[in-house]
């Protein structure tokens, strides 16, 4: 075959493995595929701008990188006078990278028991307990035995839990060394029945 110059071209190869592209694995297998690179571009007096960069990087940097390389040859397929040169690529199929498989995560599960309430023992001063309520008639006998402070962990409060002799539920508490008002009969008698 001949063009209106005179020039020779090849015979067209209806191969169809020129279909494929250039891989970079097989850039960086086969070192004849960067010089045909190198001297294609050395050579290489057209206007495309893919090769024109790479050309001018060439130049500057007397190197190109695997994927420049790569593009340069995927280019010279087209090219029917280089394509005479290369070797034909080599279809390589898709395999996807298979997946890291991690071994699996031990979890020690640990059960961590963590109490509602906390019983500290403590020691309240003051022998009676008089509630600081108006209506409040009595002052109780503190039964220092019982009685402990209590830490509730979830909440980080401590509160005192006071006992008294006669079990009588009191709130807003006042201790003191003497009865404030008159001493309850029944924290009396549980006291002098215990001993």
Same mark, same amino acid.
């Given at each position: 075959?001949?063009?209106?110059d005179g020039?020779?071209? !090849? &015979?067209?190869?209806?191969?169809?493995a020129?279909? #494929? /592209?250039?891989?970079?694995?097989?850039?960086?297998?086969?070192?004849?595929l960067?010089?045909?690179?190198?001297?294609?571009?050395?050579?290489?007096?057209?206007?495309?701008?893919?090769?024109?960069?790479?050309k001018?990087?060439?130049?500057?940097?007397?190197?190109?990188t695997?994927?420049?390389?790569r593009?340069?040859?995927?280019?010279?397929?087209?090219?029917?006078?280089?394509?005479a040169a290369?070797p034909?690529?080599?279809?390589?199929?898709?395999?996807?990278?298979?997946?890291?498989?991690h !071994? &699996?995560?031990?979890?020690v599960?640990r059960?961590? #028991? /963590?109490?509602?309430?906390?019983?500290?023992?403590?020691?309240?001063?003051?022998?009676y307990?008089?509630?600081?309520?108006?209506?409040a008639?009595?002052?109780?006998?503190?039964?220092?035995e019982?009685s402990?402070l209590?830490?509730?962990?979830?909440?980080a409060?401590?509160?005192?839990?006071?006992k008294?002799?006669?079990?009588?539920a009191?709130?807003?508490?006042?201790?003191?060394?003497?009865?404030?008002?008159?001493?309850?009969?029944?924290?009396?008698?549980e006291?002098?029945?215990?001993?």
């Amino acid at each position: 075959m001949s063009d209106a110059d005179g020039a020779d071209w !090849p &015979p067209v190869e209806s191969d169809a493995a020129w279909d #494929y /592209r250039y891989t970079d694995r097989q850039v960086r297998e086969d070192p004849t595929l960067t010089e045909l690179a190198y001297d294609y571009l050395r050579s290489y007096g057209g206007d495309y701008e893919y090769l024109v960069d790479c050309k001018e990087a060439l130049h500057f940097r007397q190197d190109l990188t695997t994927a420049q390389i790569r593009g340069v040859l995927n280019c010279m397929r087209h090219d029917v006078h280089a394509r005479a040169a290369m070797p034909k690529p080599i279809f390589e199929p898709f395999q996807p990278r298979p997946r890291r498989q991690h !071994p &699996p995560k031990l979890q020690v599960v640990r059960e961590v #028991y /963590r109490p509602n309430v906390i019983e500290l023992k403590a020691h309240f001063k003051g022998t009676y307990v008089t509630s600081t309520h108006r209506q409040a008639k009595k002052s109780h006998l503190l039964d220092h035995e019982r009685s402990a402070l209590l830490y509730y962990p979830h909440i980080a409060r401590f509160m005192p839990d006071v006992k008294l002799y006669c079990s009588a539920a009191v709130s807003l508490k006042l201790f003191s060394d003497y009865a404030l008002l008159e001493p309850c009969a029944r924290c009396l008698e549980e006291k002098e029945h215990r001993g």
